[in-house]
């Protein structure tokens, strides 16, 4: 494994710093942390550490909106026939059940509808189109995908005279879809303030407006919160202005009073701790996911919105089932991938990018298993496998490094694409699958650099392990929910020694005790994985640096501050 980059954030301005501490009374440690975030003054703190809903914008500032109520007003008040759309992930099937089920609480001519994941792929399918014209429906509400759909919409209407109320967050094409309203803010003319939402989050805001144009309560909308977070984690989205504020009040109805569902997941997966962004992404994300992945995403909507505990536990087995087939899909294809990887010498030594295709690879796990490799291999990956005689491929990227804009520039072998910087899907013709890795590395090898190459340690900040303190933590712990853009905080200490010799727990892992002769501190240190590495460097090296994470430990009832280890060095920083 290659050693680590330390990428320290930019050191604040010391005016802005000493300031803000003192209006806050806070120290300077802490207030740093604040102004990395763009938090420099009294009211700016007050905002980030105690969200209101009321901070949310007005949904009426998003281009398009004004005709979406309208619509969904016509079509509630005629009795015509909606169907709410989603994409088959995690944002996808947590928006579907958001908009079916707010809407459902007091209009019941309703359906809802998932793509299968591997008969009609990704987005608005002809299939589904067919589906809602058998059904009779007139409105269409399309979430999280849709954006690209052109074709698709215009065929819905021009055949079927269905109309659609999209609502997408992906980047869209300069041609938009011929819908009724088009809800994206990163429509390049769409002037609404907050750019990152989710599609759960746009579907919201659509909500959002409804419940103001008809005076519907808007806390009936909020109590739907649990699943905007579940969204917010599992896109991995900033979670930065409107997503902070849904996350922080999203995790507080998932740890108070989540939905039957969610609690039913979290009860089948051994979950009883308060839950956080982290824990979202891990426990809840991946069996939400899993219905979707491994059988149908309808699984999972059918889960979020039931309203029977015993049936939602039978569900919640169920999904959990799935989940265990997709770890061993995933444990299987990753260690397949790796010696593919390790048995091709171009890849080795050559290559800057991992391009790897086998036709038995199941579809539902080659994100994760281009995650896996990245880990390994530190470098931009697309996994491929067979799918309807072409092959399906997922792609993800290291920091830094524009993923979507490198496959952009192979289009011309590519049937279609679609994505974000740091993640993408594609369909390709498996005849194009060499010319492509070939296309695809020539572009990465000119355009990446060494540094994104190397694995990076994003550090907020420099410390001294006796500034660390129960009251240091419980402040920084208040700048949670922590995600993307507001990270849990990852500090750097230099010049430390050990105290006693290293433990080592599970031939893995290292339990450390840290000692700072400036200050006289001790620590307890744990560094998951890290004996390989690391247990024989620290036999014989005494003095080094660490960067680490602060957590709590709680034994016998007894709970004490401890680091949670992310590298080692052994020279001055």
Not at 119 to 134: D, P
Not at 187 to 213: I, M, S, W
Not at 260 to 283: P, S
Request: glycine letters at 6%; hydrophobic letters at 40%; proline letters at 4%.
């Amino acid at each position: 494994m290659s050693e680590k980059r330390w990428s320290y954030k930019t050191t604040p301005n010391p005016q802005i710093v000493n300031d803000l501490a003192n209006a806050i009374n806070i120290d300077k440690a802490l207030a740093s942390m604040l102004v990395q975030r763009k938090i420099t003054d009294f009211d700016e703190a007050r905002d980030f550490f105690r969200p209101k809903l009321e901070h949310l914008h007005d949904p009426f500032l998003m281009a398009d909106m004004e005709n979406a109520v309208n619509r969904l007003i016509e079509a509630i008040e005629n009795g015509e026939k909606i169907m709410v759309y989603g994409d088959y992930d995690v944002d996808g099937t947590t928006a579907v059940a958001l908009v079916y089920g707010f809407l459902s609480t007091f209009y019941g001519n309703l359906e809802y509808y998932n793509p299968d994941r591997y008969e009609e792929g990704y987005g608005v399918s002809v299939q589904g189109i067919e589906w809602a014209a058998e059904q009779g429906v007139s409105l269409v509400i399309c979430l999280d995908c849709g954006i690209k759909a052109q074709g698709k919409v215009t065929l819905a209407k021009e055949k079927y005279n269905i109309d659609f109320i999209i609502c997408d967050h992906h980047e869209p094409d300069d041609e938009l879809p011929n819908a009724i309203a088009v809800l994206d803010p990163k429509r390049k003319d769409c002037p609404y303030p907050y750019k990152e939402l989710t599609g759960n989050g746009v579907g919201f805001k659509l909500l959002q407006a409804y419940c103001y144009r008809t005076e519907i309560p808007i806390d009936n909308l909020y109590d739907f919160l649990d699943l905007c977070v579940v969204s917010i984690a599992s896109d991995i989205v900033p979670i930065t202005g409107e997503n902070r504020v849904l996350a922080f009040y999203g995790l507080k109805k998932l740890n108070e009073n989540p939905r039957i569902g969610l609690k039913a997941l979290k009860e089948v997966a051994g979950f009883t701790t308060l839950m956080t962004i982290e824990n979202v992404v891990f426990v809840l994300g991946p069996r939400i996911n899993a219905a979707g992945r491994i059988k149908h995403a309808k699984a999972a909507v059918k889960l979020l919105l039931s309203g029977d505990y015993n049936e939602a536990i039978d569900f919640a087995h169920e999904i959990q089932k799935h989940n265990l087939e997709r770890r061993g899909h995933d444990t299987r294809i990753t260690e397949e991938a790796l010696a593919m990887i390790e048995g091709d010498e171009w890849l080795i030594n050559s290559a800057k990018s991992t391009v790897l295709y086998k036709e038995d690879w199941h579809k539902g796990v080659i994100g994760i298993v281009a995650s896996r490799c990245i880990e390994k291999y530190y470098r931009p990956t697309i996994i491929l496998t067979k799918s309807h005689e072409k092959a399906a491929g997922s792609a993800r990227s290291v920091e830094g490094f524009n993923l979507y804009g490198a496959i952009e520039q192979c289009a011309n072998l590519l049937e279609q694409f679609g994505g974000h910087t740091h993640a993408a899907g594609m369909t390709i013709p498996i005849e194009n699958i060499d010319a492509f890795r070939l296309a695809f590395d020539k572009i990465v090898s000119a355009t990446i650099t060494e540094e994104q190459l190397t694995p990076v340690v994003k550090i907020d900040l420099k410390i001294k392990l006796g500034e660390i303190s129960s009251k240091f933590y419980r402040i920084m712990n208040q700048m949670a929910p922590f995600g993307p853009e507001n990270m849990q905080p990852v500090f750097a200490t230099e010049n430390l020694t050990l105290k006693y010799a290293p433990r080592v727990m599970k031939e893995k892992h290292l339990r450390l005790e840290l000692f700072e002769e400036e200050t006289g501190a001790i620590l307890t240190a744990v560094g998951f994985g890290m004996v390989e590495e690391h247990l024989e460097k620290l036999n014989t090296n005494k003095y080094f640096s660490v960067a680490y994470q602060i957590d709590e430990n709680t034994f016998n009832n007894k709970t004490t501050l401890q680091l949670m280890l992310k590298d080692i060095k052994y020279s001055v920083i």
